[in-house]
Structures are given as C-alpha cells and as structure tokens.
C-alpha cells in the first residue's frame, strides 16, 4: 500500500511536487544535482553517458509534476480509459521528444554549452528503444503522443523486451543481425514499480469445484507462474501540462534461484526456473507480416495481456469498483491480434475470480473490448493451435470453445440451415489442424472492428471478414492511420517547422489541418526558394549523418529518392531495384547518355525478419547493385544508391526530412496503410505511390498533379492473378528482359550468377506481387517523376501543396475518429 499512511505532516507530503525552475541556472542546478547525487561523480570526471543519463534525469523533473498531478486528476475523475494493448511500441529517442514537449529545447541548448558539454553528442548517446518491428509499434507510439496531447485518459499497456528490434549490420553484403542491448548503459526514462508486480499463471488443468454459496465453477490448477513487474515510461502531451503513462511488463521468476540447488553445488539448474521465465519478455518476435507458431510468443501474448487487465481491474479501479459498471470505465483497444487472448482472459476473471454469471459476464467484456486489424496478408492473421493454446492456457480453450459455441448459435438463428456458412466463421479452424482463430475471436467480441485506411477497412469487410460484416456490418469502421507531427515534424524537421510557423503561426502543431494555411505561399516564388533551401539545408544534415554513421557519400546536387520500410515482397523493393538496374544498364549499354540521366540518388533502409530467406536476398542484391553503380564512373555524379545498415526511428528523423521522392510501391490490395507516406508527404516529398493502403487518401488530398500514381490497382490485380505468368512480360518488354538479363548475368555480384539466382528465378517464375506485371507503369511514372523535377519551381510547388493538404494524416485527427466511432470516451 502507498500514500495516505504516510506518517508526516509536512505540506510536500501530498504535493505539489515543485518542479526546478525552467531557466539555464535552474537547468544547470539541476543537472549538476543530478550528476552529483544521481550519477555520483562530479562533471570534471563525468563520463559521455553519465552526462547523458544526469540530463536525461534533469527533464525527467521538469515533467514529474504534471505526471503525477495527471495521475492524481485520472484517479479523482474516474473517466473511462483507453487501455491499449499492444506488443509493440517503436518509440524512438526519448530526449529529444521530451525536451520539446517540456519547451525546454533552448534552455538546455544553453544549459550544456555553460558546463562546456555539447548537447548534440548526449542526444547521440541514447539508445531509442526499438520495442516494435515497423508501422504497426509506430503507430502505437503516435497514438500515446497524441492521446496525451488531447488529454484522453489512456495507459499504453505493453511489454519491456530487454532486446529489442535487433541491430542491422552488413557483411559482405548480406545482413547480419546483432542484440540490440539497449539496456546495458542504462534506461533513465522508465520507473521500475516492484510493487505493483502481478502473479500470472500458465499450464495446468482445469478442475470444477464448489465455491463458499455452493455453486459449482470452474477452477484453474496451473502448473507455472510468472511475474511481472511493471516499468512506467512517461508519455507527455505537447505543452499542456498532461503526461499520461506507458506501461511495459518485464517477466520475472517467482524465485530467483533454488537456495538448496546451488547449496549442492548445480549452479545452471538453480537459475533454470529464473532463466525460463525471464524469457518471456527478453525479445521481441522479430516478425510483423507472419506468424510462427511459436510458444514463446503466445506466452508473451498473455503474459502481458493478464498483467495488464489485472492492473487496471485490481490496482488501478477503486477497491470498491462495481464491475458491472467496467465499460463505462474501460475501453480496451486491441492493437492487431497479438493481444486478443485478452478477450477469455476477462471472461475468466470475471467469471472464476468475481463470480459473475456467464451471461453478464460476456455483455460486459464485448462491450469492453474493440479490434484494430492492420493486415490484409492472410498468414499475417494469427491462429494458435489448440493443442498449444490448451497445454498452455487450458482455462482459456474452454472459454474460447463457449464462446464459439454461442456465437455459433446466433449464426444458425440468423442464417438458417446455412452450415457450411457455419464452418466457415467458427472461431475454431478444423484444417490444417484444430486451431483458434484470432482475428474472429476478436471480431465476435469485439463491440467494432476496424481497419487502418479506407481501401483497407472495404476489402476487410469484403474479402477477409465478408461472412462477419454481412451478420454485423455496423461493427466495421476505419480508422486512417495517422502520424504524429511533433515527432515526425517539429522534432525531426526544425527548418520546416521554423518556416511554417514563421508563416502561420504554431497552431498547426496540435491542429494540423491548418497546415492548409500554406496553400497560396505555394504560389509565392520567395516562400518557395525558402522551402528548397529547407530541403537542401535537410540533405546537408543527412550527407554528415550518413558520413560519420556509414561511411556513404550522398551528393548534394541530386533528386533523393527514398525507400524506407520492413523488408517484404509485397513491398517490392526488388521493382525499386529494377528501376534502378534499368536506369544503369540504359547508361552502360549507350542507349541514354549518362547527362541526359536526372541526377538520382537512391536510400534504401530495411530491415529482413532473419528468417525471411528471400527477404535477405533482395537485401544482397540491393547492396551489391549499390557497390557496383557507386564504384562505376560511366554514372558518377548521375546515379547512386546508398543503404545504410539498422533503419530505425533515429534515422527516420534525418531521412525523411531530406528526401524528394517518397517511394510507396506495394503492390496494391496488400499494404494495409503505411505511415512512412504520411510522414514523407508532411516533410514535403512527393509521392510515387500505387493505389494502395493511405496512398489512395493522400493522392485524393493533395491531388492527381502533385502525386505519381502508377500500377495496377486492387481489381485489376485480382483479374490478373489467375494464370499469371511473369515470363510473359520479361519476354515482350525488351527493356524489362535487358534489365533482368543484366542483373542475372552476375554483373553486379563479381560473375557470380548463383548469389543472383533466388530473386531472379522467384521474379521470373513465381512473382507473387506482380513486380514484372507493373515494371512498364512504374518506369513510365518515374519519367514523370523526372519530367516534373527539371522544373524546381514545379517541383517546389506540388511539395508545398503536398505539405498543406496532409494535415488530414495527424494521429489527432485518428484518435478524435476513435474516441468519435469505437471509443466513445
Ligand atoms: O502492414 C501494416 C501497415 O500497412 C500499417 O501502416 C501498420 C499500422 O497500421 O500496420 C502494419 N501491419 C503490421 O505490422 C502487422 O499486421
């Protein structure tokens, strides 16, 4: 227990906490106390990080007054609160968020340099914790930013991986993955709470035993448990005085070590049971488009599932909370399937824990509970065998079961002698083998269920989930993913949001529709010498970050062209690499002269699920094109390709501001949304983009002329993918069939023809997002591309107005459509 018992009758007791002055003499008191009392060393013999850490801490205070007086004022108002469950949170650097949030930017600028520190090499020294794989722990995380922002009551619940996303690295050529040890110098944004640790159960057996008012229920006998202790991260809003809490569980053993074990001398055994469950929360499952079936990962998924509810439910709600009232106090949002076992765990607390009857207890839980799905891929949809969910949560197979049976039920009544509609939409699979399906368990339950842009909500309710929105269509919304633009803007982009603000004033940063306001500057020749030289001052930054980080040169006087997402086929990376392939072999082979070549510079960043085979073999191949084009001098100067290794939030930051060319290519029909080209349009670059996902909003937003759309669109893929046949067009397009024989003939890996060969003949014969069937279309935007870009005014124009209409893209904006559709908080 905390608080009142508090024997003192000193006014701070209870608050308020007094926050150290914002001033550069209060900053540096406090960063010196800190150094000090925290580090304990003085700043003549502080190390890099201990400054770091000491700075880190002194914001810390400056934002730990509105926290807990946040937290006071939640407790007080007993509003209903977003609970969002997520796996994943891609949070990024924290510092330099935090220090903006607090408009203390300047006075620590200031501060640093007083004791003779640059502020720069403490920013560098933060490891961004890569909680997440790619959009999906993004989005997660500029959902807190913004909830925060628009002080909505939420806890961001999810789990403290000790490694996160792993560490990129390339050797000759190919990718090698590293731990990505973000912990090991210390974490100074996260508060450990022992004390609110949460007992969770797995395995066992299920038993019926009569209760104290003799009625017969059902009893969990678990063979194992876990702990999980809770580590709290602020979550501050922009300059409005909130800062809610992200929650993150880290499992832990209920006994360290067996005393008696080691007392005989079989020290490995007597940490066995510490070492097993400590890995539930030591990675992160490094896949976001497939699921494995992997034990650990359903134990991951429950592990932070039951120690969330059991948080709010037991620590968070007043003792004397009356359960029945749960949904006017609790909204859980279900970010993708991986927290969806979350559903049975409600109704098993509140039927074995709190003695509620069936019935009650199922009203409440669908009326707590709503389903984000962010896929389209259909392996991307987890099911969990029942053989693994029942030896691993046997109590929660039983509830699953009940639930299918009665929703079973409805379906009959609602469809009368309809069974093999039945089949169809049981939550239980019966092929290949018995398993549990995720996304319908969470559909059933959930009171809505949306997708993350327009093009992705219609083809959910009309080819993934058709049979359920036919029963239900009032459940199904959408919800267009959104980006927040205090990171992805303000902190990232400073040049641009000193000109926007200079030209509009600063509403634009928690109210990004008036980004709008921009519109006429796009036809004022000064705004817009201003907003190139934005750009170039941006691809300065990027050339000295890429320098020192990489070793890559990026000239300045090219269009920069960019590629920045999860590696995956349906991405297709591999038709951004024929581009360029195609580009290089028009110069080498004579057909183009090399000055006739727009000046092009290409950035790729992906990272490969280690082990998505062919995945790493696209990331091969792009390196090897990069050395060969870089090193030719048939196309200095005119085409460069440069790869940096480990793509993350960090990098994001420098990337985006400085690109020109924003490259969303999927094909379409498969990319549920995308983020990247949310953020890219915001920072001024132009899209060359198929009509997929967001892209379809944000061509409708800034315009036909001011984005390069090409490729097939969702129907007229679904027409051609009976009897595709790739070989068809590399045998009619010479130029497809020259650009792939050249990359085929070993040209770019040194004559070595095999280490080709994976992605070649996947190209050729199989082909499963249509790369070769949209390569025409594609080269034929990307001379639009070039066309448009030969005219910098032009060019400058469509990016402005590509600025000005994408303020739809606020991850405000999709909050107020939660709250608004689903939430109703
Ligand atoms: O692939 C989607 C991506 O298109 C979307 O922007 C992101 C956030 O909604 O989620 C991604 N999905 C996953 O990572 C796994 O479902």
């Given at each position: ?16 906490v ?85 408009n ?8 640093m ?37 628009m002080?909505?009551?939420?806890i ?11 560490r ?28 609110r ?99 650990l ?27 029945r009232?749960?949904p ?58 029942v ?9 929660h ?7 299918n ?87 990232a ?34 705004f ?18 890429l ?175 009976p ?6 067009y ?96």
């Amino acid at each position: 227990r905390i608080g009142p018992t508090f024997r003192t009758s000193h006014p701070l007791a209870s608050g308020p906490v007094v926050q150290p002055a914002p001033t550069v003499d209060g900053f540096v008191e406090t960063f010196l106390g800190e150094l000090n009392y925290g580090q304990g060393v003085l700043l003549s013999q502080s190390t890099v990080n201990d400054q770091y850490l000491a700075l880190a801490r002194t914001v810390r205070r400056y934002l730990m007054a509105d926290w807990l007086e946040t937290g006071a004022r939640r407790r007080q108002a007993q509003q209903k609160t977003v609970a969002y469950l997520s796996a994943e949170y891609l949070l990024g650097r924290q510092l330099g968020n935090n220090l903006l949030a607090t408009n203390l930017q300047d006075v620590a600028d200031a501060a640093m340099s007083r004791c003779g520190i640059d502020i720069a090499s403490l920013r560098a020294q933060e490891v961004e914790p890569g909680l997440g794989n790619g959009g999906l722990g993004r989005l997660a995380a500029c959902f807190v930013d913004s909830l925060a922002t628009m002080d909505v009551p939420c806890i961001g619940y999810g789990i403290r991986y000790e490694y996160g996303i792993f560490r990129q690295t390339f050797e000759g050529d190919r990718q090698v993955e590293v731990p990505d040890s973000w912990l090991s110098l210390g974490s100074p944004w996260e508060f450990p709470h022992p004390e609110r640790q949460v007992l969770v159960h797995f395995g066992g057996r299920t038993e019926e035993v009569t209760d104290e008012n003799g009625r017969v229920v059902c009893r969990w006998v678990p063979d194992w448990n876990v702990v999980g202790m809770p580590y709290h991260y602020m979550v501050p809003g922009h300059r409005n005085g909130v800062v809610n809490t992200l929650r993150l569980w880290s499992a832990k053993a209920t006994q360290a070590f067996d005393l008696q074990i080691f007392n005989s001398g079989d020290y490995a055994e007597a940490v066995r049971a510490q070492t097993f469950a400590e890995n539930i929360s030591k990675v992160l499952y490094p896949e976001d488009s497939t699921p494995q079936g992997k034990e650990l990962r359903l134990q991951q998924q429950y592990f932070f599932v039951a120690c969330s509810l059991h948080d709010f439910i037991d620590n968070t709600l007043p003792h004397d909370f009356d359960l029945r009232r749960l949904p006017e106090r609790l909204v859980v949002q279900l970010n993708d399937t991986h927290p969806v076992i979350a559903i049975p765990e409600l109704m098993r607390i509140l039927v074995d824990r709190k003695g509620f009857d069936w019935d009650e207890a199922w009203d409440i839980t669908k009326r707590c509970f709503a389903y984000t799905c962010h896929t389209l891929l259909p392996e991307a949809l987890e099911v969990w065998s029942v053989e693994l969910l029942g030896r691993l949560l046997p109590r929660h197979l039983e509830i699953i079961y009940r639930i299918n049976e009665e929703f079973l039920e409805e379906v009959r009544e609602a469809f009368p002698g309809d069974e093999m509609l039945v089949r169809r939409m049981s939550v239980i699979a019966e092929h290949p083998e018995r398993s549990v399906r995720m996304a319908y368990l969470a559909t059933v339950a959930g009171s809505k269920v949306n997708g993350v842009a327009e093009l992705h909500s219609q083809l959910l309710r009309d080819k993934v989930l058709p049979d359920f929105s036919r029963m239900w269509p009032d459940k199904f919304t959408n919800v267009t993913n959104g980006i927040t633009p205090r990171r992805f803007v303000l902190l990232a982009n400073r040049r641009l949001s000193d000109l926007v603000t200079d030209t509009i004033g600063d509403g634009w940063v928690t109210d990004l529709d008036r980004l709008r306001e921009l519109e006429p500057y796009a036809d004022d020749a000064s705004f817009r010498a201003a907003f190139r030289e934005v750009k170039q001052g941006n691809k300065e930054r990027l050339a000295a970050l890429l320098r020192v980080r990489d070793g890559l040169e990026i000239p300045q006087d090219s269009m920069l062209d960019v590629m920045v997402k999860r590696l995956h086929e349906y991405k297709r990376q591999t038709l951004k690499l024929l581009h360029i392939v195609s580009l290089y072999d028009d110069v080498v082979s004579g057909r183009v002269a090399a000055e006739d070549l727009t000046p092009r510079t290409v950035v790729f960043g992906a990272k490969a699920a280690p082990g998505y085979h062919l995945a790493k073999e696209i990331i091969f191949l792009v390196n090897a094109v990069a050395d060969t084009v870089n090193a030719d001098p048939r196309v200095a100067g005119r085409l460069s390709v440069a790869f940096p290794a480990n793509y993350n939030v960090t990098l994001a930051e420098k990337l985006i501001p400085a690109a020109d060319l924003s490259e969303q290519i999927s094909l379409a029909g498969k990319e549920a949304s995308g983020t990247g080209n949310m953020k890219f349009a915001l920072n001024g670059a132009l899209t060359i983009g198929t009509d997929d996902g967001a892209n379809v909003e944000i061509r409708r937003l800034v315009g036909d002329d001011h984005f390069f759309l090409f490729g097939m669109t969702e129907p007229e893929v679904e027409r051609l993918r009976p009897g595709y046949t790739p070989s068809m067009y590399y045998e009619e397009d010479a130029r497809l069939r020259s650009t792939i024989d050249l990359l085929a003939s070993g040209h770019f890996t040194g004559g070595d023809r095999q280490a080709v060969a994976p992605v070649i003949d996947n190209l050729l014969h199989q082909d499963a997002f249509m790369a070769l069937a949209d390569f025409r279309s594609y080269l034929d935007a990307q001379e639009r591309v070039e066309a448009a870009y030969a005219d910098p005014d032009a060019w400058s124009r469509s990016a402005i107005l590509n600025v000005a209409r994408s303020g739809f893209f606020s991850s405000d904006r999709s909050m107020r459509d939660y709250l608004d559709r689903i939430w109703h908080a």
